[in-house]
């Protein structure tokens, strides 16, 4: 299993410079990718546009997006743009596409929140297509464009995975939430009898150092899933705060298949970063990635 | 804070006595519309998992509780002219009435207040409070006051059952089943108070009809279940306590809070009886509602928190209860298996208890089980036997060495001619070594036209008859496996690019025209096929007849036709996909005809002591497609026309046609179809352990099973 840590960009008043000093700390860090997130009523960054400027500031780490939110985009544009970063970077963009839950999302952006599935459905049956032949965006790094990975926890999501893309990407949880998600995952491909199998990408929140510091953490994921009611606090309880908890989350997500754990800051400091890098060298995940 | 409890059962008095315990300065009063010493039901069965939890919660009523139980730990089942005894099962009962009496005294003694005869009307009529706790249970008035924040359902179930008792001492959790002239019935029955026993009679609404129950009264409907369990009974007197005739209503609640008010449950969730967690779940809400309470000093955060704790957890039990129910409805379908086979069946009905639990359980059992297995298959009765997997299976003159089929999946990389290459053989042989009695090989081509992509394996060229014998040789030379070609016409479905791209991606260049049962591409961007003429079937016809020939002489073992996911032959089946008008298309005898036609054919041609199997889409899962109901029609129908096993497989006729993916997600329909056509199934659905083998097997749920080994280690 690989390891990646997401951009402090879904927190709300992250500056912009830091955001910029991550990405470069990142690349020379023990991470194999820079994960972000999408909402967009919401004081956080546009995530494909944050992708374009992290690649300019780092030549190794995958940029993957856990998820956009794509019935959000015009299926023509979103091509484009992905095609770009991709050609931007080199072939390391990474796009995750899902439904998002948000409906004031789609109000916000005047998209018919009910056809949102149908939306995603028709976008991954074009978007490689789109890339494929070059029509109208750059020619991206890779013949086939960028990697596509799907999330959500629909059971139509889990055959679009195997009709479509690359792989699946969860959206968070204890590692036994995960590994029922894998199954799926994997149910769907062999019976799509897709060679090989499917990428398996999820995601966790950390915040590390004192008492005050996880609280800022939880607080941000209190206000962050404040959406879901009640759940935003059980998401909270996830919050890793701890070397400790940190190596086991790791190792449920390993054992139960995961191909790369994205670790989302919680508290836009770079200490927080330089900690996490810390961690994972102890624990032995400082080998150098390739984008292989 | 004053609190008021509606319903001083098991939930109420338990809730208001932990909450109490916490915090003393609490005013506490319970109010129930019935007699302190009035109940209704027998025994309440617990697990050792839910009393660790009393324990905890209540060191006093925890003592007192178990003091009064009964506790055993076999489950017999009576089955036919058998008793199969299962053991290690562990469970506790105790009479309802005893266990009121205890939660009362301990509320006594706490000082909370009980009020009971006074039925509630209006909520008025309760006063002030700061929290209403309501424990008032399935027709919960409260529930119905607020019915636009509880949202709540209720779903009645399809069978009749009513509670009785018996004045029986029994050992074991018993299971009866007795058919008479008005249908089966059958008895969930357990120790309840160290002299009497509970006494489940339940039975579907037409043999409650049949028997003439509907009009009987409490003391007919005693005298009916008296003389048919007379056997069973020895004599013993039933004992009813209104009891009447009810279906089981499964209740579920979206919001288990509002405001001040929280719901506590029978009130807010109830669970098919079969698995017996009603009192246990209504206990451990209690307990949660009380740790919430005690945890959050403000109510909303507390009620917030009671209702994220055992919502999932109850959502679990009432699904598993849902499967169970269904079982007992559908009870019927299992009558053909015998008592071993039936028992195991009816154990591991769930799916929370498997062939490694019930070994683990009683091993004896587990031994009984392999040898009952090995004796059915091996039609020879031994001392030893191995579990289920590896038991041998015989398909006419082919015996295969273990019920295990492994196979490489659809491999895209041969020659464009359709020649399986070295890198072909190697893949099919290597599932071969992995131990698997059974390599199945992915889809092989009847035609250059049914080829799915450009680099499908092909069986329709004189070249490609050297080919296979080289794959069959490597596979009888270097293996213990046999071999198993699965033939199919691509259909709408062909001329497409490689899987490694995506499903059904249209080729680029080099596409040939594409034939279906109707003119409908398979996805917006495929190829529009099509309408199959009648020079077009005599055409795939003899493409299927020379298939069939070639694996023949190839030496092939068992040869399966794809009438699954789509393709051309599944095309016609579906009337999603078959639009016409001749002959060959509308009801389902129509749409079955062309299918058929081409079974017959390779069915002649096909050696006579050699297996021919089916793969079949037993669901479209898709509005106005085909159910299993028609699969189990089709699937008689081949059965009597020489099909020796169906592969059950599901969807993919159209790209909306999606299963509810997840591990072994297609067991439920072969256990179904085989049971229901009574034809040997194989069935994959991404089964990676070899419990989920055994288990499948030893319940009949299926013959074979498809091995998808863990993709994780690549």
Redesign the interface.
Known sequence: MRVGVGLPTGIAGTDGQLVIEWARRVDAGPFSSLGVIDRLVYGNYEPLTVLAAAAAVTQRVLLATTIVIGPLHNNALLAKVAASIDALSGGRLVLGLAVGARKEDYDAAGVDYRTRGKRLTEQL?TL??LWEEGSLSPKTARA?GPELLIGGLS??G??RV????DGYVHGGGPPKAFA?AA???????????????PQLWAQGYFALGNDDIEEAGAHYLRDYYAFTG??A??IAAGLLTSPQAIAQFMRGYEEA?CDELVLFPTVPDIAQLDQMADILRGLGRDFNYTTD | MKIIILGAGPAGLYAGLLIKKASPSHDITIIERNAADVTYGWGVVFSDRTLASFQRADYRSYEQITNRFVIWDAIDVHYREAIIRCGGHVIASIARKDLLNILQRRCKEVGINLVFKQEIQDLADLGSYDLLIAADGVNSIVRKIYANHFKSRVEPGKARYIWLGAQKVLDAFTFIFRENEHGLFQVHAYPSSGTTSTFIVECDEATWLNAGLDSANEEQSLAYCHQLFAKDLGGAPLLSNNSRWINFPTLKTESWHYQNIVLLGDAVHTAHFSIGSGTKLAMEDAIALATALERQPNLEDAL??Y??ERKPVVEIFQKAAQVSQEYFETIKRYLGLEPMQFTFQLLTRSGRISYDDLRLRDPRFGDAVDRWFGQQAGKRRTSFAPPPMFTPIELRTLTLANRIVSSP??Q?TCEQDGTANDEYLTRIKNCGLSGAGLVMS?PVAVSAEGRITPTCAGMYDTRHITAWAKIVRAIHDKTTAKIAIQLNHAGRRGATR????????PLRQGSWPLISASALPY???SQVPREMSRSDREIVHNDFVRAASIAERAGVDLLQLNFAHGYLLASFLSPLTNLRCDEYGGDLEGRMRFPLEVFDAVRDVWPSNKPLSVALSVTDYARGGTGVEDAVIFARLLKKHGCDILEVKA??TT?ES??????G?LTQLSEQVRNEANIPTMV???LTTSNEVNTILAAGRADLCIM?I???N?
């Open positions: 049956a490689r297509s086939r059971d139509q889990f055959a195997a009709r479509y893309a029922r199954d799926k995952a994997r149910a769907a491909w062999c019976d799509a009898g897709r060679p090989g199998r009640p759940f606090e059980r298949g | 917030n928190e209702e994220l999946g659809a895209e992915g490689s899987r490694a791209e995506g499903l059904d991606r996805t917006p961007h969807g993919q790209i999606e299963p509810a993916y997840g591990r997600f994959g659905g991404y998808d863990p993709l994780r690549g």
